[in-house]
């Protein structure tokens, strides 16, 4: 009799483990989550496919229907980052933690999600799309400063995405804009993170996500792809709020947003044509066969056999289709999706974007829209035991924010004080806040105000001298 309650009770816990993890039924096949390691209520599915492999003749096409697979997918491994350059210690790998990642491949093409009602697709949480940066050359969404279990224990279902990068995610030649039906080649990778939305908009109500309200929110490179999807018609009706961080904003006289501007089509094809051809890689059939060591070293090695200094395209293209406009134009003509903006920087980032951005805001204003300014101030903790981190992660340096926007700071060697986490928290909320309500101060409005004409004030997230005060409000804009 005890041997038979033994297994009734056994046979119960199982079917109360499977009740709250169901298997879910999505694009391509059946699939099983598990459990995240701080929140037991938290369910993650990693490496989902959201697109056939990019391989082969799909090499340089836009993202293909995903290839089904047969019984049910346990959802335990991140998936591949896009194929790049090694990563050794020093800078951002020693910052990261870099190491436990899968190997690097052209197979990237993989999403993931962090849940808290997997099944209930009457549950309508919020959806947030994250992009990570990475220069669109390098990065993955699965990053250590990247985990998504505080964003799943914060009510809102976050995604994170690889899409492809470098030559294999951003470059044009005549020939691939010849083979294409809508005359153009290049933003490959914009497409991959479009078609990560389209992936949302049929599948997240599985996970217990609304469709209808989705946050699409990256930093750096990531936050530059976000201007790209704010500006695209073919992300349209995709998302419904936005979050650009470190992306710079719009130019003001001679100051500009930032570095990196958009090549014109017929100069991004010229160049790789120019390359290819020197390869002997002169038609699309000995492009596609061609190693993916010898396309991602090619402009080196043209670069030193010809002392000619040349990088494929390897970024944004303006071609019509994907990218019609610059941001620049985009903002100041009102043809940017008409949705609450945040955007922000840090204090001691690739320059003072505060400029632009505060501009951005008022252009907003002037549009009938609402865009949050932010900064982020805190000098991230050092006790000197990483003698390799250079002095470029000195300070309140560029991606140091990220660490306190996912709360993941268990991840890092820092030394972090009870305010550090503090102002996590707090930065955690508001982001999440802004997913939920359109607003980062939660369901009513509270002391974070857009940035306007009559007040162009950021919200500056820092700690006092006391490491006790996580925030303060109200640091002007430079004039």
Same mark, same amino acid.
């Given at each position: 009799?005890?041997?038979?309650?033994?297994?009734?009770?056994?046979?119960?816990?199982?079917?109360?483990?499977?009740?709250?993890?169901?298997?879910?039924?999505?694009?391509?096949?059946?699939?099983?989550?598990?459990?995240?390691?701080?929140?037991?209520?938290?369910?993650?599915?990693?490496?989902?496919?959201?697109?056939?492999?990019?391989?082969?003749?799909?090499?340089?096409?836009?993202?293909?229907?995903?290839?089904?697979?047969?019984?049910?997918?346990?959802?335990?491994?991140?998936?591949?980052?896009?194929?790049?350059?090694?990563?050794?210690?020093?800078?951002?790998?020693?910052?990261?933690?870099?190491?436990?990642?899968?190997?690097?491949?052209?197979?990237?093409?993989?999403?993931?999600?962090?849940?808290?009602?997997?099944?209930?697709?009457?549950?309508?949480?919020?959806? #947030?799309?994250?992009?990570?940066?990475?220069?669109?050359?390098?990065?993955?969404?699965?990053?250590?400063?990247?985990?998504?279990?505080?964003?799943?224990?914060?009510?809102?279902?976050?995604?994170?995405?690889?899409?492809?990068?470098?030559?294999?995610?951003?470059?044009?030649?005549?020939?691939?804009?010849?083979?294409?039906?809508?005359?153009?080649?290049?933003?490959?990778?914009?497409?991959?993170?479009?078609?990560?939305?389209?992936?949302?908009?049929?599948?997240?109500?599985?996970?217990?996500?609304?469709?209808?309200?989705?946050?699409?929110?990256?930093?750096?490179?990531?936050?530059?792809?976000?201007?790209?999807?704010?500006?695209?018609?073919?992300?349209?009706?995709?998302?419904?709020?936005?979050?650009?961080?470190?992306?710079?904003?719009?130019?003001?006289?001679?100051?500009?947003?930032?570095?990196?501007?958009?090549?014109?089509?017929?100069?991004?094809?010229?160049?790789?044509?120019?390359?290819?051809?020197?390869?002997?890689?002169?038609?699309?059939?000995?492009?596609?066969? #061609?190693?993916?060591?010898?396309?991602?070293?090619?402009?080196?090695?043209?670069?030193?056999?010809?002392?000619?200094?040349?990088?494929?395209?390897?970024?944004?293209?303006?071609?019509?289709?994907?990218?019609?406009?610059?941001?620049?134009?985009?903002?100041?003509?009102?043809?940017?999706?008409?949705?609450?903006?945040?955007?922000?920087?840090?204090?001691?980032?690739?320059?003072?974007?505060?400029?632009?951005?505060?501009?951005?805001?008022?252009?907003?204003?002037?549009?009938?829209?609402?865009?949050?300014?932010?900064?982020?101030?805190?000098?991230?903790?050092?006790?000197?035991?990483?003698?390799?981190?250079?002095?470029?992660?000195?300070?309140?340096?560029?991606?140091?924010?990220?660490?306190?926007?996912?709360?993941?700071?268990?991840?890092?060697?820092?030394?972090?004080?009870?305010?550090?986490?503090?102002?996590?928290?707090?930065?955690?909320?508001?982001?999440?806040?802004?997913?939920?309500?359109?607003?980062?101060?939660?369901?009513?409005?509270?002391?974070?105000?857009?940035?306007?004409?009559?007040?162009?004030?950021?919200?500056?997230?820092?700690?006092?001298?006391?490491?006790?005060?996580?925030?303060?409000?109200?640091?002007?804009?430079?004039?």
């Amino acid at each position: 009799m005890k041997k038979i309650f033994v297994l009734a009770a056994m046979l119960s816990m199982t079917l109360f483990a499977m009740a709250q993890n169901p298997v879910l039924q999505i694009e391509g096949g059946q699939i099983q989550g598990v459990t995240a390691d701080d929140h037991p209520d938290i369910y993650v599915y990693r490496g989902i496919p959201y697109a056939a492999p990019p391989i082969g003749d799909l090499r340089w096409k836009a993202p293909q229907p995903v290839i089904p697979w047969k019984g049910v997918k346990i959802c335990d491994t991140f998936g591949h980052p896009s194929y790049q350059a090694v990563h050794y210690p020093g800078g951002y790998t020693t910052e990261w933690g870099y190491g436990k990642e899968a190997p690097y491949s052209e197979d990237c093409l993989y999403l993931n999600v962090w849940t808290k009602a997997p099944g209930d697709v009457n549950k309508k949480l919020p959806v #947030a799309l994250w992009i990570h940066g990475g220069g669109l050359r390098e990065g993955w969404g699965t990053e250590p400063e990247f985990d998504g279990q505080e964003w799943g224990n914060k009510d809102v279902v976050l995604v994170s995405i690889n899409y492809r990068l470098g030559i294999f995610g951003f470059i044009s030649h005549p020939e691939l804009s010849k083979e294409s039906p809508k005359g153009v080649s290049g933003n490959y990778g914009i497409l991959d993170q479009i078609e990560a939305l389209k992936w949302i908009k049929k599948n997240i109500a599985q996970f217990g996500g609304d469709p209808d309200n989705v946050t699409i929110f990256g930093q750096s490179a990531g936050g530059r792809s976000t201007r790209a999807l704010v500006e695209s018609p073919l992300a349209r009706g995709l998302f419904h709020k936005a979050v650009i961080m470190s992306a710079g904003g719009v130019s003001v006289d001679n100051v500009p947003a930032g570095p990196f501007v958009p090549l014109s089509l017929a100069q991004a094809e010229a160049t790789t044509k120019k390359v290819m051809d020197w390869a002997g890689l002169t038609d699309l059939s000995k492009m596609r066969r #061609a190693s993916t060591e010898t396309l991602f070293a090619l402009s080196t090695i043209y670069s030193n056999v010809t002392g000619e200094r040349v990088t494929l395209p390897q970024g944004l293209i303006l071609d019509g289709y994907v990218c019609v406009k610059s941001f620049d134009d985009a903002a100041r003509e009102g043809t940017l999706a008409d949705v609450p903006y945040m955007i922000g920087f840090t204090q001691h980032d690739m320059g003072d974007m505060s400029i632009g951005i505060a501009e951005f805001c008022r252009i907003r204003e002037a549009k009938g829209g609402k865009a949050w300014g932010y900064q982020f101030a805190r000098p991230l903790p050092d006790d000197g035991s990483h003698p390799e981190v250079t002095s470029r992660l000195k300070g309140a340096f560029h991606s140091s924010d990220l660490w306190f926007v996912f709360k993941s700071l268990k991840h890092c060697w820092r030394p972090w004080t009870k305010g550090d986490w503090d102002l996590s928290e707090k930065m955690l909320t508001a982001w999440t806040n802004f997913a939920k309500y359109s607003n980062p101060n939660g369901s009513k409005d509270g002391i974070w105000k857009p940035l306007t004409k009559k007040d162009p004030s950021f919200m500056v997230f820092k700690l006092d001298q006391n490491d006790a005060e996580a925030s303060e409000f109200g640091q002007p804009v430079k004039k």
